[in-house]
C-alpha cells in the first residue's frame, strides 16, 4: 500500500473524516487526501489551516522536549467547525485527519495510532 | 463551589488524572490542584510543562482565527509520559488536566467540558 492509499483508507474509515495529510513538521505538506466531504459551505480553508497546525504541533513538540515530558505522540485541536488529530509517523513526518466536528474522533485516533507505523516504514 | 473545589473534584473523578489547573492563556497559573498521584518518578515538572502548553493552546487558538475555524474549544497533548487537555473556559482562561498516558482521556474531556462553563461564571 502506498502512503496515499493509507491517507485515504483513514479517510474513508473515519465517520466525518474531512482530509487526511502527511506533512514534514517544517509545514510542509507532503501528500493530501480530500474526502470529497469537504463542501464550499465549510469556508475554511483545510490545507492551510494544516500547515498551521503543524506549527502548533511543533510547539507541543518542543514544549515536551524542553520539560522531559517524552515524545509527543499525539496532538488534538477542536474548533467550532473542526477537530484536528495529529500523530508522530517519524522525527521528520507527523499525519494529520481534519474531521468534522460530529466526527467520530476515538475511531481517527485508532486508525493514526495503528497507520502511523506504516506510512514510517514506507517513508 | 470555589474555582479550586472544581479542580480538585476533575482532579478526583478522572482515573489517572495528575493535576488539574486555571490559567490564563497567558501562560500565568490561576490555580493548580495536584492529585498527590505525581510522584518524584514521574520526572516531570508538570506546572512548567503546563504553563509550556498554554503558549501551545494560544497558538491553535491563533491558527484557528486566523483561518475561520471558529474558536478553539479543546487542545489534547500527548507523550509518552502525560496527557494534557486544554479547554477553554473564558477568552483569558482555559482549563487543563494533566493525566497519566494510561487515564481516561475520555473522561477528563467530558468532566472539562462540563466543568469549564460552571468555572467561568465564577470568574
Chains 1, 2 share one sequence.
Not at 484536528?84 to 474522533?105: H, T
Not at 495510532?113 to 517513508?123: D, F, H, I, M, N
Request: proline share 2%; charged share 25%.
Amino acid at each position: 500500500m502506498s502512503f496515499r492509499e493509507h491517507l485515504e483508507q483513514v479517510c474513508r474509515d473515519v465517520d466525518g473524516a474531512i482530509a487526511c495529510s502527511l506533512m514534514g513538521v517544517d509545514g510542509i505538506e507532503v501528500d493530501t487526501h480530500l474526502s470529497g466531504r469537504a463542501g464550499e459551505d465549510e469556508a475554511v480553508d483545510l490545507k492551510s489551516l494544516l500547515v498551521e497546525y503543524s506549527a502548533v504541533f511543533r510547539s507541543a513538540r518542543e514544549a515536551a522536549a524542553a520539560h522531559e515530558a517524552g515524545g509527543v505522540a499525539e496532538v488534538a485541536i477542536s474548533t467550532d467547525k473542526v477537530t484536528a488529530v495529529a500523530r508522530q509517523v517519524s522525527p521528520e513526518y507527523f499525519m494529520i485527519v481534519a474531521l468534522r466536528p460530529d466526527g467520530n474522533l476515538g475511531k481517527a485516533r485508532f486508525l493514526l495510532r495503528v497507520t502511523a507505523p506504516k506510512l514510517g516504514s514506507e517513508l
